[in-house]
């Protein structure tokens, strides 16, 4: 589980970072080569991270046989096909509303999970989810941190010096 722990930590602290670089004026334009913008990416991850979490919630008195662990990054392509990111955002976001929203997702549910599992259940148990066909619990929250480090690769690196923030 530290594994998968500092695998979160660490796309979670990259975005932030970003987050804070990025000059607020650009957070809801659209990024490039993509119609999303910054604000637009936080909010889909934040809305899969709560369901994922709730899968894996709804899922643990499940009696559905382990299944052997994969790598799931492959199926990004077909995640994002069945979960495309709105852009229909409210007006202007601040970056204080979207480090809030990350936070929800992150303490409020996922750490709510923690606290209730264990690695051996997330590993014992499965679910047949409709994107990756029967998978192990624990492979569904390793898409977390996958699924935030294909978006944060979107997020470019700003080079404006702090005072231009």
């Not at 994002?80 to 229909?88: D, K, S």
Request: glycine share 2%; net charge negative; aromatic share 4%.
């Amino acid at each position: 589980m530290s594994t998968l722990i500092s695998n979160l930590g660490k796309t979670r602290l990259e975005l932030l970072a970003r987050l804070e670089q990025m000059p607020q004026t650009r957070l809801d334009e659209p990024l490039p080569n993509h119609t999303w913008s910054v604000s637009d990416v936080v909010r889909h991850l934040h809305g899969a991270e709560k369901e994922l979490v709730a899968t894996v919630l709804d899922s643990l008195s499940n009696t559905r046989d382990p299944v052997p662990e994969r790598d799931l990054s492959h199926a990004i392509s077909d995640y994002e096909a069945a979960h495309p990111c709105q852009t229909a955002a409210p007006a202007a976001t601040t970056r204080a509303e979207l480090v809030a929203l990350l936070g929800e997702s992150r303490f409020a549910h996922l750490q709510h999970l923690f606290n209730k599992v264990h690695e051996e259940d997330l590993l014992a148990k499965s679910v047949e989810h409709p994107v990756f066909g029967p998978v192990s619990l624990k492979n569904l929250i390793d898409f977390i941190w996958i699924h935030e480090a294909y978006h944060l690769a979107q997020i470019p690196v700003p080079a404006v010096p702090a005072a231009a923030r």
